[in-house]
């Protein structure tokens, strides 16, 4: 899961001036050529820092996103949902080990970006900061939550960058399990009792503001840095990502007679556009400053799980372990 | 004493996690070395690179890779090597192929006797490495010689050499580890077929 | 007497499994390190699915549907060894727990791929390969972590043995029906079970530092197969029950 998050920060695309201009012609070149970048060929810094926090931003996101619906998981009704759950939960932690191995073959340890993780030095997914209070929240999250990181990370597997397209190409596959299981989990409480649809209801109510905060602040609020475009490492803007998101899953969700809590929300018949409320971006801001309903619980619950296994690791360590830059 | 959160994740209440805390940074190979996981798909398919495990040593890195990698589909077989294992070539563009770059990079000592290498390559940009055969040779300046000379003609735009011996591969009496993959429907989007119900659902509020 | 000692059979297999399988879903997202976390998953995963498949063959002999029976029954009407449902603990509890369990599992589903009933021979042929990357997951791990030259996790994981060991004995709690069952040739019993797996598990441990106590001098912790239970098991089944329960006729 992945969203637009972090998009206040301005990215310093300074230092170009530095790099070899024959070196650079020849690496955009490439990327204009449609052809991928890998690990052992030259890249300008710039380009290898700023991969290197979006797709540890995007590890980081998988496993902290494996907590909210890691709520449900010893209480998901029934054996097809007990073992969807179980293994919806461990793609999650699977997509974090796949991230942060794209991301170490640019130079940086897992250990130096879980550390930053746990310390508040690096972001994740805003979304994750919300709790889950119900089993329909879980199902909302495999769905919606789901839908909007595909939409991500969908484009995401056009860039540039080799390992991270392998990666994505990979967890793309997976997703499709993740959202169909939500689908289906969110119709069976659409269409059953009027106790299950009500959940539904409220938990679709109280998701709606992540939602639209998914993909970070609007186009006209963000940050533009043309170079990231021009690298592929930026795909889609925030505003195109909502808009497909929109199209894709309003539609499904009115169908099954719920709403949404946003009396604006209609598609412009003339412009094609989704028209909506503006979400509370100081809101969005402020959860991603650390004072959401989760944030703190969520980097504990990642500390306590490191601090516990932390003896582990430290028995199965060989002395003779020496770690090297993993290929690809 | 520590306050302890009050999560709605049963699970986490009993973990009893503390409100205050702070990690020490992590150390170095906290989260061991690195191993490279190849795996076959299908009978007869050529094994392909599926990623990297973190693991203390090749045993484990066995155990983590058939879960990580092969948990979906079907799968035939894995081999695990330490990353450091790996020799490479330089990394080339679709008009030239890696073995032309080859020649004076490789300076270490020849083995005196003859070892087995398995030998893989990059065909294309932004694909896994696949393994193309094994070759004899007296060290890995030789192998990559001799991977030329038998798969030269193949598109390689990188070329990894890997000393048979260092490879841990999957037992042949082991395959049935991957057997019930198939029976894990759960798994897969296909078994989530919805459509019925919205259409009984639309069906019945038409009605109403 | 016959259906009534497959059904007996049948139920403690599957409640075993359910409630580990459980049990072990709760780390998922909190591993030691991510690998291993997946990898346990997919073990816990492989466990809730075999109980489901034994549940179905009680479906198939007049029992109510798996849902219904394992979404509906409290603590008293589970056959599940007391074992399975103790806390997940720290992760040398987890892991040994996982070693005696799961390796007593592959042993009792070889003996069950020569069953007269047919079923469960089948379902014992079919699993034989996941239960095989089981016990070798939890030898590798044991034989390692017993080995270790780090004091810490030796004591931690000598005295996870020596905590589980009584209640791993209980796994082989007799039933009111070994006899029939030899008989009939379904299953050899769990007195035979329990002197294979003592082998098993003595040739595991003999690679390592870690002690098994004298099983003749310690009494089982019995009872789970009569529905007995711990204080642990109730709660549990309230947590995993919770959901269903709102509304035991819904589609979830
Ligand atoms: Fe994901
Ligand atoms: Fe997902």
Same mark, same amino acid.
């Given at each position: 899961m992945y969203g637009g998050g972090n998009t206040f920060e301005p990215i310093k695309?300074?230092?170009? $001036?530095? $790099?070899d201009p024959a070196k650079l012609a020849e690496f955009e070149a490439r990327i204009e050529r449609g052809e991928k970048i890998e690990p052992q060929d030259w890249m300008p810094n710039l380009y290898r820092k700023q991969l290197i926090r979006m797709i540890e931003q995007h590890a980081h996101s998988e496993i902290i996103g494996a907590l909210p619906e890691g709520t449900w998981i010893t209480r998901a009704p029934g054996f097809r949902r007990k073992l969807a759950q179980m293994a919806k939960v461990q793609d999650e932690v699977g997509h974090a080990q796949l991230l942060y191995s794209a991301a170490e073959t640019l130079g940086k340890s897992r250990e130096d970006m879980i550390t930053d993780l746990i310390n508040g030095k690096s972001k994740y997914s805003n979304i994750f900061n919300y709790p889950a209070f119900t089993w329909a929240d879980s199902t909302v999250i495999s769905w919606l939550v789901d839908a909007g990181a595909i939409v991500n990370q969908i484009a995401n597997a056009k860039g540039s960058y080799g390992p991270y397209c392998r990666a994505l190409d990979r967890i793309c596959a997976e997703e499709s399990f993740h959202l169909k299981y939500g689908h289906d989990a969110v119709v069976h409480l659409a269409t059953g009792t009027p106790i299950q649809r009500k959940m539904l209801q409220e938990a679709l109510n109280r998701w709606w503001t992540p939602l639209m905060h998914f993909f970070g602040p609007p186009d006209k609020m963000s940050v533009h840095t043309e170079i990231l475009v021009k690298w592929k490492v930026k795909m889609a803007t925030n505003d195109e990502c909502r808009q497909q998101f929109l199209d894709m899953y309003v539609p499904k969700i009115w169908e099954l007679g719920l709403s949404l809590p946003d009396p604006k929300l209609h598609k412009n018949a003339e412009t094609g556009e989704w028209e909506y409320t503006e979400p509370d971006w100081e809101e969005f801001k402020r959860v991603i400053n650390g004072d959401g309903p989760c944030n703190a619980e969520r980097l504990a619950v990642r500390r306590t799980a490191e601090e516990r296994g932390a003896w582990v690791r430290k028995a199965l360590l060989s002395p003779k372990a020496t770690y090297v830059t993993p290929l690809a | 004493m520590n306050d302890v959160f009050q999560s709605l994740d049963p699970r986490i209440n009993r973990l009893g996690v503390t409100v205050e805390g702070h990690l020490e940074a992590k150390s170095s190979l906290d989260q061991f070395e690195t191993y490279e996981v190849f795996f076959q798909m299908k009978e007869g398919k050529p094994y392909e690179h599926a990623g990297i495990v973190h693991a203390p040593n090749e045993d484990m890195a066995f155990l983590f890779g058939k879960e990580q990698f092969s948990r979906r589909y079907t799968c035939t077989g894995m081999w695990i090597v330490k990353t450091h294992q790996v020799i490479t070539s330089p990394i080339t563009d679709h008009e030239q192929s890696a073995y032309d770059l080859l020649d004076h990079r490789l300076a270490e000592t020849e083995l005196n006797e003859l070892s087995h290498f398995e030998v893989f390559h990059l065909k294309k940009r932004g694909r896994q490495q696949v393994h193309m055969g094994r070759v004899q040779a007296k060290g890995y300046h030789d192998a990559f010689k001799q991977a030329s000379e038998h798969f030269g003609t193949e598109p390689a735009l990188q070329v990894w050499v890997i000393r048979s011996q260092d490879l841990l591969f999957s037992d042949e009496a082991d395959k049935d580890i991957w057997f019930t993959l198939p029976e894990k429907k759960y798994r897969d989007a296909i078994a989530y077929k919805s459509s019925d119900k919205i259409n009984a659902y639309k069906e019945r509020t038409a009605k109403q | 007497m016959k259906e009534l000692a497959i059904k007996e059979l049948l139920y403690k297999m599957a409640d075993d499994l359910l409630i580990l399988g459980h049990r072990n879903s709760e780390w998922t997202g909190i591993g030691p390190i991510l690998e291993e976390d997946i990898a346990f998953s997919s073990m816990a995963q492989d466990k809730v699915g075999q109980s489901w498949a034994l549940y179905k063959m009680l479906q198939v002999l007049g029992e109510q549907e798996p849902d219904t029976v394992a979404f509906t029954r409290n603590a008293p009407q589970f056959h599940s060894c007391k074992f399975v449902e103790l806390p997940i603990g720290e992760y040398d509890f987890s892991l040994v727990r996982h070693f005696l369990f799961d390796t007593a599992d592959l042993l009792r589903f070889d003996l069950l791929s020569r069953s007269s009933y047919t079923p469960l021979a089948q379902l014992a042929t079919k699993i034989k390969g996941e239960l095989k990357y089981h016990t070798m997951h939890a030898n590798t791990w044991i034989k390692q972590l017993g080995s270790v030259e780090d004091e810490e996790a030796f004591q931690r994981m000598q005295y996870a043995l020596d905590v589980a060991l009584p209640f791993a004995l209980g796994i082989f709690e007799e039933g009111p029906y070994e006899q029939s069952l030899a008989d009939e040739k379904i299953f050899a019993g769990e007195v035979h079970l329990k002197s294979l797996w003592l082998e098993k598990i003595q040739e595991t441990l003999s690679k390592t530092r870690l002690v098994l106590g004298d099983v003749s001098l310690i009494s089982p912790e019995l009872g789970g197969r009569y529905g007995q239970h711990t204080e642990f098991l109730q709660p549990l089944l309230d947590e995993m029950t919770e959901v269903f329960k709102v509304d035991p006729t819904a589609e979830w």
């Open positions: 695309a300074t230092g170009l $001036e530095m $790099e | - | -």
